[in-house]
């Protein structure tokens, strides 16, 4: 499959969302910046129309006057954060319905933003050193070589600025609730993900979804070889939480149990 044919998919899978109106999708406007300076002081463990956990905290202090680019983090949720600590916000994403939502936040809240439609394999549209921090929410998945996003984005920061990702854990990337427990469904290996007819997500049988499983060795070795410094590390909080919440088998109460979302921080030096 072309690079073309995965853009694609992954464009008609996340319009189909922006038309569902999923959670990723929908434009924060209930924030304020008092809500958001809680959250990072640690007073407060989420964050209002917010479905990620923006983590670690500590890289939203100090980011008034700083050059933002929210990267394949359409939805109005990212961007709206760092509009409302009074960055200057850049926003790339391959839907426009995820870019509406971003306009739509700055519009609510008085900042200012740039939507910029592209993939986030080709920063082309940035000149060298444009950034102080890449923030990139859960997305990574849907991008076939990560190395390849690696290298523009090491490219448009300035030297000591930052890179945030957010990662799957591949090790429990694929997993069902059968009833009784969460069940692995297929062996440990990386590439596209694919539905079988049964609708079950797995590596060997099916039609591509748009998503892929990136073993560590690409995801976080990736970062090495480009020559990233890795500053932080660490699983995202939701699956700390107390107490469970979520219908058994649901994406809530599967986070709680399999340790999902991993944050990572790399410095450009």
Not at 54 to 70: I, K, N, Q, S, Y
Not at 88 to 96: F, K, N, P
Not at 105 to 119: F, L, P, R, S
Not at 169 to 177: D, F, K, R, S, T
């Amino acid at each position: 499959m072309t690079h073309d044919e995965v853009l694609r998919v992954v464009k008609q899978h996340w319009e189909r969302e922006v038309e569902a109106g999923c959670g990723y999708t929908v434009p924060a406007l209930t924030l304020t910046r008092e809500l958001i300076e809680e959250y990072i002081a640690g007073r407060r463990d989420e964050l209002p129309g917010i479905e990620d956990a923006m983590e670690p905290r500590h890289l939203l202090a100090g980011v008034e006057g700083r050059d933002v680019l929210c990267l394949a983090s359409g939805g109005g949720q990212q961007s709206a954060v760092f509009g409302l600590l009074r960055a200057r916000v850049t926003v790339l994403d391959l839907c426009e319905g995820q870019l509406r939502a971003d306009r739509a936040a700055a519009q609510h809240y008085g900042y200012e933003v740039k939507t910029v439609k592209g993939d986030a394999c080709d920063l082309s549209a940035f000149a060298d050193a444009s950034f102080d921090i890449v923030y990139q929410a859960p997305g990574i998945s849907w991008i076939p070589d990560v190395r390849v996003v690696y290298r523009g984005v090491h490219r448009v920061l300035r030297s000591g600025a930052v890179y945030r990702v957010a990662l799957a854990n591949p090790a429990v990337h694929l997993a069902e609730w059968d009833g009784t427990g969460y069940r692995i469904t297929d062996r440990y290996k990386g590439g596209r993900v694919l539905k079988n007819a049964a609708g079950v997500e797995n590596m060997e049988e099916g039609e591509f979804t748009g998503d892929h499983r990136h073993l560590l060795r690409d995801s976080v070795g990736g970062l090495v070889e480009v020559g990233f410094i890795m500053r932080y590390f660490g699983e995202d909080s939701v699956h700390f939480r107390e107490p469970v919440t979520g219908e058994p088998g649901s994406w809530t109460h599967l986070q709680y149990f399999l340790g999902w979302g991993i944050n990572v921080v790399a410095e450009k030096v």
